[in-house]
């Protein structure tokens, strides 16, 4: 997560293998000195839309383009951050907390390549709202030749899973090329 409240994925996530630090050593320093800009080649974020009674719904990118006073609270192992505007705030406090399940002592339950985004929405007015999220996120996986990409929606008690994946291309199985 950045501190603009953005997911962003590493070179990791496409199974290459990265230089350290940019390709300018292990510990020279040069990530202090000159840091990577932080970016993503799989395009994601999220949006909340809010209502209050008698006036048009309003929506925002819940990122530093709609939030001009983001305020991001990085501590091992949770980043909390607060989504608030200067000017024109929206009847609600926004937060979210991002992490990566970490399990002490359980190698194996710490390694899940899983990160977990909670909202939390209160009300900061005296009237009714109504509130909706929305995420979305570009399926990541790389295509091998002759592959497409899939996603797949699990709904299973209360809980919404979206798996993406890969597979054969029913339209190039057993032809050549």
């Known amino acids: 997560i950045t ?3 953005a997911l962003c994925f590493s070179e990791s996530v496409y199974n290459h293998i990265q230089p350290p630090n940019g390709g300018l050593g292990w510990n020279d320093g040069a990530q202090y000195l000159r840091p990577q800009a932080a970016s993503t080649k799989i395009p994601n974020g999220f949006a909340i839309r809010i209502r209050e009674k008698g006036k048009p719904a309003a929506i925002y990118a819940l990122d530093r383009s ?9 501590e091992y192992p949770i980043a909390t951050i607060l989504y608030r505007r200067r000017e024109n705030p929206p009847p609600a406090e926004i937060r979210s907390e991002v992490f990566s399940p ?11 390549p899983v990160t977990v985004v909670r909202f939390y929405i209160t009300n900061s007015s005296d009237q009714l709202i109504e509130v909706s999220l929305a995420g979305w996120m570009q399926n990541g996986c790389i295509r091998q030749k002759g592959e497409c990409k899939v996603n797949r929606v699990i709904r299973d008690s209360g809980l919404t899973t979206l798996l993406m994946g890969a597979q054969p291309d029913s339209r190039t199985v057993g032809h050549p090329g």
């Open 102 to 112: 970490f399990v002490p002592l359980s190698l194996r339950s710490s390694a899940n």
């Open 66 to 74: 709609a939030f001009d006073n983001l305020q991001f609270n990085g």
């Open 3 to 5: 501190g603009n409240g």
